[in-house]
């Protein structure tokens, strides 16, 4: 079973940078997509950026051009680099990795890590 570990949360001033980290056990090769997810205090949790297993991205409108996600496929992780903080930016941070039944011939998978607090404010 594959388990996710997010680190690299904190406080940063609106402005700043931030990067995230979500470790992979398990091989990362076996999962088709991998994704950041955030949740703001009393709001739904959405979608900020994916990667398949190819290397093609997506972002949410919100992100675009000053978050990057990217998935380093020797080292088990995912990293998302956040630019360009701000306040409306907060929220816990979640990885998420999934793979749809019948993918390298491998079971479905849809796990989650714990979660990571970004926090954006002077």
């Known amino acids: 079973q594959v388990q996710l570990v997010e680190s690299g949360g904190g406080l940063v001033q609106p402005g700043g940078s931030l990067r995230l980290s979500c470790a992979v056990s398990g091989n990362i090769f076996t999962i088709y997509i991998m994704a950041w997810y955030r949740q703001a205090p009393g709001k739904q949790r959405e979608l900020v950026a994916d990667?398949?297993?190819?290397?093609?991205?997506k972002y949410t409108d919100s992100v675009k051009g000053r978050f990057t996600i990217s998935r380093d496929n020797a080292k088990n992780t995912l990293y998302l680099q956040m630019n360009t903080l701000k306040p409306e930016d907060t929220a816990v941070y979640y990885c998420?990795?999934?793979?749809?039944?019948?993918?390298?011939?491998?079971?479905?998978?849809?796990?989650w890590g714990q979660g990571t607090l970004v926090t954006v404010s002077s």
């Open positions: 998420n990795a999934n793979r749809p039944a019948g993918w390298l011939g491998l079971n479905g998978l849809d796990a």
């Open positions: 990667v398949s297993s190819s290397g093609n991205t």
